[in-house]
């Protein structure tokens, strides 16, 4: 080979990596090249202008002998958008894990419920009530004084039911949400004689179909 010709291809190696190679290049940072990787590159030229290998194989070694080989963007693990994820539903016939679904979500004032989770839940209630009324009606005596024994219980009743009055607040949040309405429509049992009604009317009513603004369906869990 010519000492003009080696300088020809230094010189078409130097043009080379000095222009960009392409948009993307053009993003990356600044290297600096050695006198090997400079050397490799007139090598490769001098392949490409004796034909032994095409143009798009000379852009990709001199890439590589640049950049090197960038590694595989890994996927993003897919984010949801609501948080953390719903809580599981029992089967269908699960009747015990049904009622205690809202114990579990003790104090969870977000996400979703389904009607089944809140009516089941009231058989809580309803069973406390009944034996309220047994434990009142079979501890007082003919002088309508209440039995030391039938008073504990009673206390005891009321103290449950006053434990099991967050749940209860938080299981309607989630059964407004559910229906895509605010939780503040709780506020409604405050309404003397007719809030608490009203209340369970709209509990009746089934949820949006699909996730709304307060997150994913819970029939779809």
Same mark, same amino acid.
């Given at each position: 080979m010519t000492t003009s010709t080696v300088t020809s291809a230094r010189a078409f190696a130097r043009r080379d990596v000095a222009c960009p190679l392409s948009n993307q290049h053009q993003q990356r940072e600044h290297h600096v090249i050695?006198?090997?990787?400079?050397?490799? #590159?007139? %090598?490769?030229?001098?392949?490409k202008n004796e034909g032994v290998i095409t143009e798009e194989e000379f852009e990709r070694s001199k890439e590589k002998l640049l950049f090197g080989s960038k590694p595989a963007s890994q996927p993003r693990p897919a984010v949801n958008p609501f948080g953390a994820p719903p809580t599981a539903l029992p089967a269908v016939e699960d009747h015990k894990g049904w #009622?205690?679904? @809202?114990?579990?979500?003790?104090?969870?004032?977000t996400g979703r419920s389904t009607r089944r989770e809140f009516w089941m839940f009231q058989l809580i209630y309803l069973a406390l009530f009944v034996v309220g009324f047994l434990v009142i009606g079979g501890s007082v005596d003919a002088y309508g004084e209440t039995s030391a024994l039938g008073g504990?219980?009673?206390?005891? #009743?009321?103290?449950?039911?006053?434990?099991?009055?967050? @749940?209860?607040?938080?299981?309607? &949040?989630?059964?407004?949400? %559910?229906? %895509?309405?605010?939780?503040?429509? &709780?506020?409604?049992?405050? #309404?003397?004689y007719v809030g608490v009604i009203l209340v369970y009317g709209m509990m009746l009513v089934d949820g949006t179909?699909? %996730?709304?603004?307060?997150? @994913?369906? @819970?029939?779809?869990?």
């Open positions: 050695d006198q090997t990787t400079l050397k490799s #590159i007139e %090598d490769l030229h001098r392949l #009622i205690m679904l @809202p114990l579990k979500r003790y104090a969870e004032f504990f219980m009673l206390a005891m #009743i009321m103290l449950a039911l006053l434990g099991l009055l967050v @749940p209860l607040l938080a299981v309607e &949040v989630r059964r407004f949400h %559910d229906q %895509d309405r605010s939780g503040w429509f &709780v506020l409604l049992n405050l #309404i003397p179909r699909g %996730d709304n603004r307060f997150g @994913p369906d @819970p029939r779809s869990s």
